[in-house]
């Protein structure tokens, strides 16, 4: 008999969940569910700023026509210039890649948040320290808003210009190309997040803001090779250029777009996403530093 109370004990025992590693599934499961939590918060502002934008199809299709503009002026333009040439290659690009390059830079630079201007409004008006006491992350809240607008910018802009091109330069680009430019159009979409967000921030130090922007536009134009290719730079600013995050912000996208290989694109995704990572950093800095500004002052 006394040999079968150890063994019932035991059996007892192994009944009875452990304390430690139950508090742990309990911590680890409201962790989940927060970061579940938070993942549908901010899921839900960018599908409803997706429905908003939708609603009025109208406005968003006026100002994509644009586009085609645009690229009527860039075919009459680089047809001349290859014309003068006299060749149908410059640096390794045809009239046909030109145009289809200029639509994916077009089509980002249409679709790139503009968040700098909304935030530099709501920290002169005040309105940033009401915001601050909501329930969410303010730059976080801004990424989904404007990532929920750009893409329906993003998707009207390419419905609308790539009929436009193909009449003017023939068809798109391979399969290939498409997957390696959208992914790289989503990096530089980031990149743009974070320099936008990042000028407008500087309302905190400075009254005016669109002056930066400015300066940062035309940097992006030149130096991210969206009026050129950065092929077609001096051999010499070729690599100062492309050590730059401006080019990771149209120049490869587009780049890939035309020219799809694969090691190039793993070369462009790796200094992409590490520019991404320092600005991320350096806005996260600064917001914090923002934001603690703003307590100090009694915002």
Known sequence: MRSSHPNAVEALVRKIPCPSTTGLDVHSALRSGRKTETMKKYWSILTTQVVNSLAYPGDFLGRSFSIIVFMLIFAGLWRATFAAAGTESINGLTFPNMLWYLLMCEVIELGRPRVNRVISEQVKSGEVAYILSKPYNFLGYHFSHGLGDGGVRVILNLLVGIPAVWV????????????????????????????????????????????????????????????????????????????????????????LFVKPDLATFWQFLAVQWLWIAVLIGVLALVYQRSVRSLTVNGG
């Open 168 to 255: 003017l330069a023939g068809p798109p680009p391979p399969p290939l190309g498409w997957v390696m430019a959208l992914t790289l159009a989503f990096g530089a979409w980031v990149l743009h997040f974070c320099m936008m967000s990042l000028i407008g921030l500087l309302a905190f130090l400075v009254e005016e803001t669109n002056s930066f922007e400015l300066i940062y536009q035309k940097a992006v134009f030149v130096l991210g090779g969206m009026l050129i290719p950065l092929d077609m730079f001096p051999l010499w600013l070729q690599p100062l250029a492309k050590s730059l995050p401006f080019a990771y912000m149209m120049y490869a996208p587009a780049r």
